[in-house]
């Protein structure tokens, strides 16, 4: 006869539900609401179906912001994780000079996102912050709240700045939890550093890189407060990315219906990329580990 289990332990369990069903599960569900019905007023709505997705998929302003934040995502990932893993790699290991190279990396991610931005808006105005004022006076003309280029260059930059760091961290630890042994058998194969790092370095971080991968593409998606607060989405649209995009639908304009609908939408969006790039980087990690073992 077997031994009953012991259920109690579900109890545990429940406070974690209830909390994850208030913060996630209902809200989700009332925009799933919302999505379906034309708001009249708060007593009236009329079921509509699937009009709002319709008529959101067609809406012209939508595929350019999508556009932007595809390639606003796309260089994010593309410039701040070799840059991440580079300046892993040339931090001290160890010692007072490790600790203060820590603190000073973690610095830009204690600051608030809208204080980012504010800090940005001066830093590059071209009469009195101290990067448009220097690239002025370079000879090169910089003015991002006039210049479509010249604004997405500065989100651009001000994100790799606030965010590399993060990169920067989880590539540090990753390498610090190598163990030394895998070193020691490279040296006395006479491994080059290039080798070391592909054959034992790069391979021993794909778990924190698919970490930080993921971690930054939804981030890079879902930004809003930086260049909110830095360009207002302008000039023109410039900077106008997809969380702003729904923002003004669902705020400016109050059109809740069809912003409720593209907030499904949005969330499917980061859903499928999301799962896009974590297979791909299972499939570039399982051809890696593969591979043969570090060559001079």
């Excluded at 630890?173 to 895998?182: K, Q, S």
Aim: charged share 10%; with cysteine.
């Amino acid at each position: 006869m077997s031994k009953p289990v012991n259920q109690k332990a579900w109890f545990l369990v429940l406070p974690v539900v209830l909390c994850v069903a208030f913060s996630a599960v209902l809200p989700l569900m009332t925009v799933v609401n919302y999505s379906v019905q034309d708001i009249i007023s708060p007593t009236q709505r009329v079921f509509v179906g699937a009009e709002w997705f319709r008529s959101v998929l067609r809406d012209e302003a939508l595929h350019g912001a999508l556009y932007r934040q595809l390639v606003f995502s796309g260089c994010v990932l593309a410039i701040q994780i070799p840059l991440g893993i580079g300046l892993a790699l040339t931090m001290p290991a160890q010692g007072w000079k490790a600790s203060a190279a820590l603190v000073l990396l973690a610095m830009p991610l204690l600051i608030p996102w809208n204080v980012v931005g504010t800090i940005w808006q001066i830093f590059a105005r071209p009469d009195i912050g101290l990067l448009g004022f220097g690239v002025n006076r370079l000879g090169i003309p910089y003015n991002y709240t006039g210049e479509n280029f010249d604004a997405w260059i500065t989100v651009l930059v001000m994100d790799v700045w606030h965010w590399t760091p993060l990169v920067v961290l989880l590539c540090y630890a990753g390498l610090r939890a190598i163990p030394d042994a895998y070193y020691q058998a490279a040296r006395i194969d006479g491994a080059s550093r290039f080798a070391i790092f592909r054959y034992i370095q790069l391979p021993k971080l794909r778990g924190v890189l698919m970490i930080a991968v993921l971690l930054r593409f939804m981030d890079s998606f879902m930004t809003y407060t930086e260049p909110f607060v830095l360009t207002g989405g302008g000039p023109g649209n410039a900077t106008t990315f997809l969380s702003e995009y729904l923002t003004q639908k669902a705020v400016g304009q109050f059109d809740l219906g069809p912003a409720a609908a593209f907030s499904l939408i949005y969330f499917l969006i980061i859903l499928l990329f999301s799962f896009v790039l974590y297979n791909w980087m299972q499939r570039v990690g399982t051809g890696g580990a593969a591979d043969g073992g570090p060559h001079g």
